[in-house]
């Protein structure tokens, strides 16, 4: 369909070649022959045979839902958008296009900063533009709203909501924090490229966000099994026409025939054909969509499509697994969370898991596996996916409980304990084997950089997944300038008593010990003085300053594997003072007292 906005941009074309090269034509410039149902670019979605199946997205689905965000956030060439998704997420094609054909500011971010809060909020501070987020994951959003930097960001202007639920609790939340927001809860399949329907303004009523209306050029209808229509207030498949209807999947045609079928409702050339989503919503009496579903084992979670018999399919394929079942589960915070049942009992979880990681992206990696003997079974000897028990979390806990050796050690098993919600995490326990996510991740990084002041990297919880090893990665982490909070504060002590050290402290002694008694961690300076010294005078002035200050008279050890400080009595305590001989002056440095 013609597009006014994108009528200037006839004869470009941006090529990806499997070389990641844009090619261009030998000579002068000429126009690309190519129609309105040519592919424009393809949508890969998981399958259910255990491979991802590649949904082809045409020219005209790309024009059309360029057209209509632009037109629904009011973007343009003084405006931002962050473009955050992987470019293997199916909002990636429409941040890029968006942000090409608006004309407006590119914020790219990096890959690793995918997980990291800090680091998807940096760009936007750094510009006075009016900034636009293109497939926020109701998930991701509730994250960020979480974190207190959030607060320091003023200019996010619009967004696009979609991959998830909505809810009006994440609506009045957003609207709150970034008053005079554009939000808009959108819906659409990998298959039709983008959101095939919007809710402008997120309006909602009583406890949901519907999915809206179909935007321009595009038809939905709710049908039952039947490819009949259903009635106001009853669940129905979506079904979708129009140019935002790609032409099925790439070499595969008979799923192509199953999914995009001749369209019964229309003779438009336009609406021939009728994409059976799968999905299920219901029109409210406002003629909005609500979505209510899925009909199938396909699942969305955190905004990506996941086909559980695809990844049933790979885990059956590993040595010794006989029955498997995956399904959703809410994990001991209230997060919806991959389970995977497999029988029979008694297999090492952490090679299934490595098997796992080296088949499956990680978004499809199991949280837990719960084993049994056998899975319960209907009559027709298929798995009773209702009966299966509530999953065992601390199940997936290393077998042995290790405490923590250290201050730091155990002000992290609190935060992971609050973040997992099991209760104790063993410090040899990996955070991914107990139920953590990449979106747990974001909410511990943010935690613990607000706790403990260090700038970490939020790649650091994928590199070191314990305790342990985060505890000894954070030591050699450079601390933040803050306020010294001295823990002892206000407290009456006797002097030569063994007491507990703050994070700082335990920090500094653990990066001494690593780098071997260095002075990087020391203040050195050096002052000429011309004349004549009295060094009596000086070192009573030194003296009487470690008698003033505690902190010059406390020796750091270790006992019994954590490291304690001793504050020593004034008068049991004195300060070094060397100084140099001279030919005129032979005198010697004074001792401290014993």
């Known amino acids: 369909p013609a597009s006014p906005i994108l009528s200037g941009l006839v004869g470009s074309e941006m090529c990806i070649r499997d070389s990641l090269r844009v090619v261009k034509p030998p000579g002068s410039r000429k126009r690309f022959n190519y129609s309105d149902s040519d592919v424009c670019f393809l949508n890969f979605t998981s399958g259910s045979t255990g491979k991802p199946k590649g949904a082809t997205i045409t020219h005209a689905s ?260 006989e029955e498997v079942a995956v399904v959703i589960q809410k994990d001991p915070t209230g997060k919806e969370s991959l389970v995977a049942y497999i029988s029979p009992a008694g297999q090492d979880n952490l090679t299934i898991l490595s098997v796992l990681r080296s088949l499956l992206p990680s978004y499809m990696v199991p949280s837990l596996i719960f084993q049994m003997e056998s899975l319960p079974k209907l009559v027709s000897g298929k798995v009773n996916r209702k009966e299966l028990p509530a999953p065992d979390w601390e199940s997936a806990q290393s077998g042995v409980y290790v405490e923590p050796s250290s201050i730091l050690e155990r002000e992290l098993q609190k935060l992971w304990q609050e973040v997992l919600g099991l209760s104790p995490v063993s410090v040899e326990d990996d955070f991914f084997l107990v139920g953590g996510s990449s979106l747990l991740a974001m909410t511990l990084t943010s935690k613990m950089r607000n706790q403990f002041e260090l700038d970490i990297p939020g790649s650091h919880i994928f590199q070191f997944r314990t305790i342990r090893q985060m505890a000894q990665a954070m030591s050699l982490i450079p601390m933040a300038i803050s306020e010294y909070v001295d823990p002892l504060e206000g407290i009456e002590i006797d002097y030569g008593d063994v007491l507990p050290v703050s994070l700082q402290e335990e920090l500094y002694c653990t990066l001494n010990q690593v780098n071997g008694n260095s002075t990087a961690e020391s203040l050195l300076f050096s002052h000429h003085i011309k004349g004549q010294i009295d060094i009596d005078a000086l070192q009573q002035a030194i003296d009487t300053i470690c008698q003033r200050h505690a902190a010059l008279r406390t020796r750091f050890f270790s006992k019994d594997g954590m490291i304690c400080k001793k504050i020593l009595a004034p008068e049991d305590y004195a300060c070094l003072l060397y100084t140099s001989p001279s030919p005129r002056d032979q005198r010697g440095s004074r001792m401290p007292a014993s």
């Open 62 to 321: 790309a024009v059309n839902f360029v057209d209509v965000s632009i037109e629904s956030l009011d973007v343009g060439v003084d405006d931002a958008i962050l473009i955050k998704s992987a470019i293997s997420f199916d909002a990636f094609p429409g941040e890029v296009l968006l942000n090409f054909c608006a004309g407006t500011l590119g914020l790219v971010l990096q890959p690793e900063a995918q997980h990291d809060v800090l680091k998807i909020l940096e760009p936007l501070s750094r510009t006075t533009r009016r900034v636009f987020i293109y497939g926020l994951v109701p998930s991701v959003a509730t994250v960020l709203l979480a974190d207190p930097a959030v607060k320091g960001i003023s200019n996010i202007a619009g967004a696009l909501c979609g991959g998830e639920v909505v809810s009006p609790s994440l609506v009045d939340s957003l609207q709150t924090t970034f008053p005079g927001i554009t939000l808009i809860n959108a819906y659409g399949p990998c298959e039709t490229g983008n959101f095939v329907t919007a809710n402008v303004g997120a309006q909602c009523s009583h406890s949901v966000c519907p999915i809206g209306r179909p935007i321009k050029n595009a038809n939905i209808y709710l049908c039952d099994e039947h490819l009949s229509l259903v009635p106001i207030g009853v669940p129905g498949e979506i079904c979708i026409s129009g140019p935002c209807v790609g032409n099925g999947y790439i070499g595969a045609p008979e799923l192509t025939s199953e999914k995009f079928v001749p369209n019964p409702f229309s003779n438009d050339p336009g609406h021939k054909i009728l994409y059976r989503s799968g999905d299920l919503a219901k029109w409210n009496r406002d003629r909005n969509l609500e979505f209510v579903g899925r009909k199938d084992s396909m699942v969305k979670l955190r905004g990506l499509r996941i086909e559980l018999a695809e990844i049933e399919c790979v885990i059956g394929s590993i040595q010794e697994i």
